[in-house]
């Protein structure tokens, strides 16, 4: 009589086991990947999302026009600062702003080197316009209107950004100097609304992370929750093997109809 070797059970057991935790620890971090997913979505819809959608929509042009400071003051007071160049913090009340108006070329494109004096002054975008002034306090206009020729310019759409990336005083330096010296310096206008300049702007980075940042993250999430549902849905996995004993099932009857047509043809 043979003998039947008693750690083999023992060895199926551990092996289970060992199958068992691993998918525990999977289905955790899957399960905490799908959260992580959810939640990181969300905070890149106002940070990311928001504004390089708006961004797109604004149709800025592709190659940089020349811009020259028609004006620069930096303010202090909630009540001074409607608005800002460049503010540090989206969301935070600002104190401090940075305020640079500009005008452009909108049919040249820029060169570097080129002063400000090297351009005609009929080349220049009439901006002229009435502007309405924002109360602070409330956001909305207070009546009293004012004749501008020139914009503002925006390090963004948002005109916001968060350090160590943005700087506000750097960046007002640096365009303090460019009016100092009385040099021209790239910059993109909006073909929707030319009010609108931007002091930088790529049109792939910006289209890149809207993809970046709807792709990613949806993907992670389906992609885990598929897993999960298939290992904890009993009626996924009745439906899954259902399926491949139907695909691996031969039926008998096809055969000897493949073998009468062998014999037939002999």
């Known amino acids: 009589m043979a003998e039947v070797d008693p750690t083999l059970g023992v060895d199926n057991k551990e092996a289970k086991s060992r199958l068992e935790d691993i998918k525990y620890y999977t289905s955790l971090f899957l399960g905490t990947l799908c959260i992580v997913c959810v939640f990181g979505f969300l905070f890149l819809v106002p940070f990311v999302l928001d504004p390089a959608i708006s961004t797109m929509m604004h149709d800025f042009v592709h190659s940089p026009v020349h811009c020259k400071v028609t004006n620069y003051e930096l303010r202090y007071g909630r009540t001074n600062c409607s ?15 940075h305020q640079i108006r500009v005008t452009y070329t909108p049919d040249i494109p820029y060169e570097n080197g080129t002063s400000v004096g090297d351009i005609a002054p009929a080349l220049w975008q009439d901006l002229t316009r009435k502007e309405k002034l924002i109360d602070p306090e409330t956001k909305e206009p207070n009546g009293t209107e004012i004749i501008v020729k020139d914009t503002p310019l925006l390090i963004n759409i948002k005109g916001c950004g968060y350090p160590p990336e943005v700087d506000c005083d750097l960046y007002a330096e640096k365009y303090s100097n460019y009016s100092e010296f009385e040099e021209t310096f790239p910059c993109y206008y909006s073909r929707m609304n030319p009010w609108i300049v931007l002091s930088e702007f790529n049109r792939e980075e910006t289209v890149s992370s809207i993809l970046f940042s709807i792709l990613i993250p949806n993907l992670l999430f389906v992609l885990s929750l598929i897993v999960l549902v298939y290992w904890y849905c009993p009626y996924c996995q009745a439906r899954c093997r259902k399926y491949e004993e139907h695909t691996d099932f031969r039926d008998p009857d096809d055969e000897s109809e493949i073998d009468d047509f062998n014999g037939g043809g002999n």
Do not use: L, Q
């Not at 608005?83 to 702003?97: D, H, L, N, P, V």
């Open 83 to 97: 608005w800002a160049s460049c503010r540090e913090g989206c969301t935070a009340s600002i104190f401090k702003c």
